[in-house]
């Protein structure tokens, strides 16, 4: 069995944020489907009108995990809170590299820093508003 994320970008920004992971952590695109490709038109009633250009799904790896994305359907409210996406890397210049480049445009909320279970670690809330928690795992 094997749990995967789904993130609903129901601002309309999923394509946007794909771009975003492509370059903040190498994230490496499997699969990008537009409402607009669809065999099949959506019953109206699911989709926003205007939503054609819009990600009816994407699927993206970051290392060797797959996260899944959507705008959704355009008519939901929604945020990113009370979960956090967790990088577990080796080294921290890659710590340093990720932090940096995922916090650009977003909010730090602890800085990276030593503590009693890692050499670096840090958490931050990307522009998106996806969280992140930056984590060495030292050797064991």
């Not at 695109?29 to 799904?57: N, Q, T, W, Y």
């Not at 995990?65 to 809170?81: L, R, W």
């Not at 809330?125 to 060495?136: A, T």
Request: some cysteine.
């Amino acid at each position: 069995m094997e749990v995967q994320s789904y993130l609903f970008f129901y601002d309309g920004r999923c394509a946007e944020a794909v771009a975003f992971y492509q370059k903040a952590v190498g994230a490496q695109v499997d699969v990008l489907m537009r409402f607009k490709d669809a065999p099949e038109k959506p019953d109206a009633g699911c989709v926003a009108p205007g939503s054609d250009d819009k990600i009816m799904h994407t699927s993206f790896r970051i290392g060797d995990t797959m996260i899944m994305a959507s705008d959704g359907t355009g008519k939901e409210q929604g945020g990113f809170d009370g979960f956090s996406l967790s990088l577990a890397l080796a080294d921290k210049a890659q710590a340093d590299r990720y932090f940096d480049a995922l916090s650009e445009g977003g909010t730090v909320i602890m800085p990276l820093g030593a503590t009693f279970w890692s050499p670096r670690f840090g958490m931050l809330k990307d522009r998106f508003g996806i969280s992140w928690m930056i984590n060495v795992v030292p050797a064991s």
